[in-house]
């Protein structure tokens, strides 16, 4: 079993719709929870972080992590072209205490 | 302000030869990790560095090192290349030992031939 799971996708919706990205992971001691988008050529950037069960918004970006069920997600409202990229799952903590990447989701957004 | 600098952007390496990869962190950043990045595997965490000390290392041959220094900076040593290494290696930065939320750079393409 993986570490750190995702739907390589790719995921494609239309501008201006919701996109649901979502990732799952192991090791029930994790502490810390990040979202990172890569556009392709270029590095993974950091666009969200959470630490704690619940929904945490920042714009068009929402995270949800559900601790219990190991479960973490990155919610995008009103997508645009311009999201068009891989975005990954990134997990710190637990037996580990390395921050690990999940493969990633490629989402493609179409105008 | 400045960002995570690698250098070199690219490189070429013959099989067997040795290579050292440059990373200089965002000012005021004393954690950097490493990572191998490839198509197949995705981002492969490689070292990690607070303070001139490696914290954590990941499942990678004895052939791949690293230090960092005490202007946290930091090196990888990756000797007696192998076809297989030829990835992206990626830096990343944080301001302290307990903030994952990494800053990286643009990276190294490292090509094995």
């Known amino acids: 079993q993986k570490e750190v799971e995702q739907n390589s996708g790719p995921l494609s919706v239309p501008e201006g719709a919701i996109a649901s990205l979502n990732c799952t992971y192991s090791d029930r001691g994790s502490q810390s929870f990040f979202w990172y988008r890569q556009y392709s050529g270029k590095s993974p950037e950091l666009i969200m972080s959470?630490?704690?069960?619940g929904d945490k918004e920042d714009g068009r970006f929402t995270a949800q992590l559900n601790k219990a069920s190991q479960y973490v997600s990155l919610l995008i409202r009103d997508s645009q072209p311009s999201d068009s990229a891989t975005y990954l799952c990134a997990v710190y903590g637990g037996a580990t205490n390395k921050l690990i990447f999940g493969t990633g989701t490629l989402l493609a957004v179409q105008p | 302000k400045a960002g995570v600098t690698q250098t070199p952007r690219y490189l070429i390496k013959t099989r067997g030869q040795q290579v050292t990869l440059s990373c200089s962190p965002i000012s005021g950043h004393r954690s950097v990790s490493w990572y191998q990045q490839t198509p197949g595997q995705g981002l492969q965490f490689l070292f990690e560095?607070?303070?001139?000390?490696?914290?954590n290392k990941g499942n990678f041959p004895g052939r791949f090192s690293g230090r960092q220094f005490s202007n946290s900076r930091s090196e990888m040593n990756v000797s007696t290349l192998e076809l297989g290494d030829s990835a992206l290696y990626l830096c990343?930065?944080?301001?302290?030992?307990?903030?994952?939320?990494?800053?990286f750079g643009s990276g190294t393409r490292l090509t094995v031939v």
């Open positions: 990343a930065s944080s301001p302290n030992r307990e903030d994952y939320g990494y800053t």
């Open positions: 959470i630490y704690s069960n």
């Open positions: 560095y607070f303070s001139e000390t490696q914290r």
